[in-house]
């Protein structure tokens, strides 16, 4: 059982940056692919960007090419999502999960709000 918690959402101007944090329980964090999710009001919830574990490559959606990098510190159990030229369209509830594949998530936070204002 993985127990996932995001923190670092808030309100930011279009431009701004955000980091966001994940801290998972246990002690196999670095057994996980971790990924981040985010859901707008009204839409279904879209893939982001992810880490998979052992050498740590990571996979991103064109939305947030360039813009978004994730990275993790298995010592602390920590996956970090820092999000850069934030848009509005970038608005949504972001979610961490944990899983054996990039493919497959079984565990998830509660997730954390993120607002950019135009």
């Known amino acids: 059982q993985v127990h996932l918690v995001e923190s670092g959402g808030g309100l930011v101007q279009a431009g701004g940056s955000l980091r966001l944090s994940c801290a998972a329980s246990g002690r196999t964090f670095g057994s996980y692919a971790m990924g981040w999710f985010r859901q707008a009001p009204g839409k279904e919830r879209e893939f982001v960007i992810a880490i998979n574990r052992g050498r740590g490559n990571t996979y991103q959606s064109d939305s947030v090419k360039d813009r978004f990098t994730i990275s993790r510190d298995n010592a602390k159990n920590t996956v970090y999502l820092q999000m850069n030229s934030l848009k509005p369209e970038d608005t949504a509830v972001y979610y961490c999960?944990?899983?054996?594949?990039?493919?497959?998530?079984?565990?998830w936070g509660q997730g954390t709000q993120v607002t950019v204002s135009s």
């Open positions: 999960a944990a899983g054996p594949t990039l493919y497959d998530y079984e565990y």
